[in-house]
């Protein structure tokens, strides 16, 4: 073993994986009831209710207009790309975790940490948005009375955040809380009516939308905004004036504001990954997770571009009210009552939103499958960067011409290649973003600056496609590897890059928080490193730094094989 001098060590500690070979992959102690309808339903009822209740009006008034419908599509083929990688991952590791767990398993300790801090901050972003929906469909119901009290006795003048405090959304969270952790053990019919009236009244709002609705509101001229910015404005004359709300037709603030909307609207499709995080509750989990995220998002997004549609026909899209938009524009075309409608749907749609974080169960722990994942794992070859690094084994043919099986060579140079793919999408978008007006002026510097990051994008993605994969079949894998992958990375770093400086901010607080409690407390009381405490070097283990010898690696194909027979005698247990 080589010597691990303690800022080693402490890389080996960020980049240890969870093993999970040793464990039988469908075997649970949870009671495998739910089926691909089950999932479906889930899916559609976390993901399905803030980007209609909130995001459409807010979005399609400040950032894109009528071409909000265009902003859901790219958010949606940035979201089902997305959902492809979920799905064979879920096939792959059918076990409770969700994103968490396959970044522990594939990536390393603290990119599964980041990843598991964020998935937190989604949860909490998205029951409290869409409370926040409710609160404000209610307070529209009584003639906006709440908004008006909290706004007097509770007024907050700072930037950044609420005029008041909605103190109805947190009773109203803590009140749904309070019933679910109480009982609904049948939490998945629960889902399914939920999601089901959600569904049946956002139907009811496209519907009505069309019959309602006027096309003249996908044209309005920019005069006319000029005008109404100049009234808005007190000013005299509007030939001077710049209008405040783009300058109308379809895309009112042109296709870099659909942009901004789609990166905004992208949020919309967050809650899909919850299905992942059932794979232990599923019976067929291979086949129904994959189905379940696909079928979701394509529900999701159908139901999301119909809304949307329907909402900027029914109203001008300037006039939209950002907090309550439906029961608003229900008001301008005459249909009041159609509010209460609205209501109900918000209503279900918190409750589906809400209901994945506190209706399954954790995993029961079991010391027999710890200690033979314990005596798997000492055998374990890591795949990690550190390795080539010190056995100098990367080559320039190794990397042209690799080994047609994975190695632990290949394996790293994977990872080093999406690695260097992440950081040349950055760069790409980042200058096509900031740097447009120069690539449209034709400067030599930007031109060849992006010339260099096309060419070595493509250059990393074929080089990838040489790799040996994984040799493993499972019921569901992403097509078109690895091109497929490399456009989901472009894209969503692409509308990543089109959020505001703001978002960035409060996201930087709040990645600061969860370093500040993963190196204080975290990474000293990790799962994965007490496992290993019985070897001499605490992180060695998961970091893979143990060489086997020609016997082990002869004899691990047989042990493969037990262990496959093994896990197989234990995928019938159903209820």
Known sequence: MLPCGPALSFVRCLVRKKNVSGESLEESKLCRCLSTVDLIALGVGSTLGAGVYVLAGEVAKSDSGPSIVVSFLIAALASVMAGLCYAEFGARVPKTGSAYLYTYVTVGELWAFITGWNLILSYVIGTSSVARAWSGTFDELLGKQIGHFFGTYFKMNYSGLAEYPDFFAVFLILLLSGLLSFGVKESAWVNKIFTAINILVLLFVMISGFVKGDADNWKISEEYLLNLTAIIENDSSYENVTSIYGSGGFMPYGFTGTLAGAATCFYAFVGFDCIATTGEEVKNPQKAIPIGIVASLLVCFMAYFGVSAALTL??????????????????????????????????????????????????????????????????????????????????????????????????????????????????????????????????????????????????????????????????????????????????????????????????????????????????????????????????????????????????????????????????????
């Open 314 to 575: 029914m109203m001008p899209y300037y006039l939209l009210d950002e907090k309550s938009p439906l029961p608003v524009a229900f008001e301008y075309v005459g249909w009041g009552p159609a509010k209460y409608v609205v209501a109900v749907g918000s209503l279900c749609a918190l409750s589906t939103r809400y209901q994945p974080s506190l209706t399954y169960e954790q995993p029961n722990y079991s010391p027999e499958k710890a200690a033979l994942a314990a005596s798997e794992r000492e055998s374990a070859v890591s795949e990690s960067q550190i390795n080539m690094i010190q056995e100098n084994h990367f080559s320039l043919q190794a990397l042209i011409n690799p080994s047609s099986l994975p190695t632990k060579q290949t394996a790293t140079t994977v990872n080093f290649l999406v690695g260097l793919l992440a950081f040349l999408v950055c760069g790409l978008s980042v200058l096509t973003t900031y740097g447009i007006h120069f690539i449209a002026n034709l400067e030599p510097w930007s031109i060849g600056l992006l010339a260099v990051l096309v060419v070595s994008f493509i250059v990393t993605i074929l080089l990838i496609q040489r790799q040996p994969q994984n040799q493993q079949k499972v019921a569901f894998m992403v097509p078109l590897l690895p091109f497929l992958p490399s456009f989901s990375i472009l894209v969503n770093i692409y509308l990543m890059v089109q959020l505001s400086g703001d978002t960035w901010t409060r996201f930087s607080f709040w990645m600061a928080l969860g370093f500040l409690i993963y190196f204080a407390y975290g990474i000293r009381h990790s799962l994965e490193g007490h496992r290993s405490n019985g070897d001499d070097d605490s992180c060695s283990e998961n970091s893979g730094l143990q060489e086997k010898n020609p016997v082990e690696e002869a004899d691990e194909p047989e042990n493969a094989n037990e262990s496959d027979q093994f896990l197989a005698h234990e995928r019938t247990s159903e209820c």
